[in-house]
């Protein structure tokens, strides 16, 4: 997942890729960019119990898509251990307020694995750590997690070597047959004919909580959409707001996941907007590429 920081876009081949530029609340500078390309780096996120005006509806995404994830991340977490990082207070990571996304001169990721879209080749700073937690939730949160297939390459992509292997073998017994069926999807995640099952994070900002020179844990507040599109779902797409933990570790010239948790929040008051059909979101999500996200 980070399903990346709020603001924050990256270019990764030196290009000006249309980047907008904004001012986030508390007056921080934010800034995004576009990928190159039309296709989507990134499938949909899933995460905890969506929030919606109605309770029935809430009920229906704990009991399906929720139900899932927290399974997943229940297996991912069993037995973790700590980084070892060291504190905030010795590398300044911890501050009261957030840092702005401004310009630093670093490049924030040299490029991307090409079977998966994942940015890869962080920067060894904070700020790279960051942009990888954000890329990493987004991953993590993507409807190609439900695929074994997909998920097998999502994994070693996003893990170290030493913790990708036995978290393959959770995450297959976590997405099994039976559980994807209980949110209405067959053995390869995908919906029955006529809907579209939508699972996409969009990161909001992200706060690195431990840092060293070889290990950072970075929290990244995320809000996303989850469910099924189509008539008749019983799992209709709603939104959640959650924030995805992630320990990372210095690997191979690059920033990759040790472990990774989830809880539910910072959530804001529901807006009255009236729901989209169905068939416009699954349209959206078909026609609007996802970002890769950079410090």
């Given at each position: ?255 990759k996941a040790e472990s990774f948790s989830q809880k539910s929040g910072p959530a804001p008051v529901n807006s009255d907007n009236t729901a989209s059909t169905a068939d416009e979101i699954a349209k959206a999500v078909e026609q609007y ?7």
């Amino acid at each position: 997942m980070s399903h990346g920081d709020g603001g924050y876009g990256g270019d990764y081949d030196g290009h000006d890729t249309g980047r907008t530029r904004g001012t986030a609340p508390g007056g921080h500078l934010t800034r995004t960019r576009l990928p190159e390309g039309d296709e989507d780096p990134y499938g949909p996120p899933r995460r905890g119990p969506g929030r919606t005006a109605k309770p029935s509806r809430n009920l229906i995404t704990v009991v399906g898509v929720v139900v899932l994830l927290l399974a997943a991340i229940a297996f991912v977490n069993r037995g973790g251990q700590d980084d070892g990082g060291s504190s905030d207070a010795d590398s300044g990571g911890t501050n009261a307020e957030a840092q702005p996304t401004a310009p630093t001169g670093t490049r924030p990721v040299t490029g991307e694995n090409g079977t998966t879209g994942i940015a890869s080749g962080f920067a060894k700073t904070q700020q790279g750590a960051q942009s990888a937690a954000a890329n990493y939730a987004v991953a993590l949160g993507s409807a190609d997690m439900l695929n074994r297939e997909q998920r097998h390459a999502i994994v070693p992509q996003v893990f170290t070597p030493t913790a990708a292997a036995p978290l393959q073998t959770r995450l297959d017994k976590a997405y099994s047959t039976n559980a994807l069926e209980k949110i209405g999807l067959d053995a390869n995640g995908k919906a029955p004919d006529g809907m579209t099952y939508i699972s996409r994070t969009a990161p909001l900002g992200t706060k690195v909580s431990k840092y060293a020179s070889t290990a950072a844990t970075v929290e990244v507040w995320c809000t996303g959409v989850f469910g099924t599109a189509g008539e008749g779902s019983k799992n209709p797409v709603t939104n959640d707001w959650f924030t995805m933990t992630l320990k990372l570790r210095w690997t191979d010239n690059d920033w990759k996941a040790e472990s990774f948790s989830q809880k539910s929040g910072p959530a804001p008051v529901n807006s009255d907007n009236t729901a989209s059909t169905a068939d416009e979101i699954a349209k959206a999500v078909e026609q609007y590429g996802g970002f890769t996200y950079a410090r």
